[in-house]
């Protein structure tokens, strides 16, 4: 997903080091084909569960961020998305809390989704998203920071809302635990590895020692 979200940006003019990474790219593909998202719990009772990370200007041309977020039930990832913010953000903290406005954009839609689907138990409480920066959270919450937030664009105000409204509950995580990282940088193979894992996705032998 990172690698793909960094590639989009020069569809325009494309150089041979990005036909190279694209070749790459498609060899992982074949190379786990066999793989798939593995959904371990079956009942409706399973918690819709939101991860939501961002790297601070992590595009040395604009000097713009990555938002990622990602979203489970049953086990395994439901939603994912990595996408370059569209404003130059101040701050580690500033950077954290956009992503986490879009990803609770996205988590309105999939509650809703799972309403329909008579899944209202997997909803029923305030849907936890977990975030490995303190500071963003307490920006999320706490409307004494408010004074310190006014440069930031109104729309992204809208965590702050839900958080009140107790539709999501922003919690701390440590960084090594935050998935939402394999779609928002770039890891060395071992952390690569633990955080798909972790993503629920595994090779079909797995698959069959599960059965």
């Not at 107790?166 to 635990?177: F, G, K, L, P, T």
Request: proline share 1%.
């Amino acid at each position: 997903m990172y690698a793909i979200c960094m590639l989009s940006r020069f569809m325009e003019a494309p150089t041979r080091q990005h036909m190279f990474a694209a070749k790459r790219v498609l060899r992982y593909l074949k190379g786990t084909s066999t793989y798939g998202i593995w959904y371990k719990r079956k009942d409706k009772n399973s918690k819709l569960l939101g991860y939501t990370d961002s790297d601070y200007a992590g595009d040395l041309d604009d000097r713009k961020s990555t938002s990622g977020y990602v979203f489970f039930i049953a086990g395994g990832a439901i939603s994912w998305a990595s996408k370059k913010q569209p404003v130059v953000t101040l701050s580690t903290t500033e950077a954290e809390f956009v992503a986490g406005s879009y990803c609770a954009a996205q988590c309105v839609w999939l509650r809703k989704i799972l309403e329909q689907m008579g899944w209202e138990d997997s909803v029923s409480a305030a849907t936890k998203v977990l975030c490995d920066s303190s500071s963003a959270i307490k920006l999320s919450k706490n409307p004494v920071f408010h004074g310190r937030s006014k440069h930031i664009d109104v729309r992204f105000h809208f965590l702050r809302d839900l958080a009140k409204e107790e539709m999501i509950e922003m919690e701390h995580c440590r960084s090594h635990e935050q998935v939402a990282d394999i779609i928002t940088k770039a890891l060395n193979l071992d952390a690569f590895q633990n955080l798909r894992y972790q993503l629920g996705v595994c090779a079909e032998e797995e698959f069959k020692l599960g059965e």
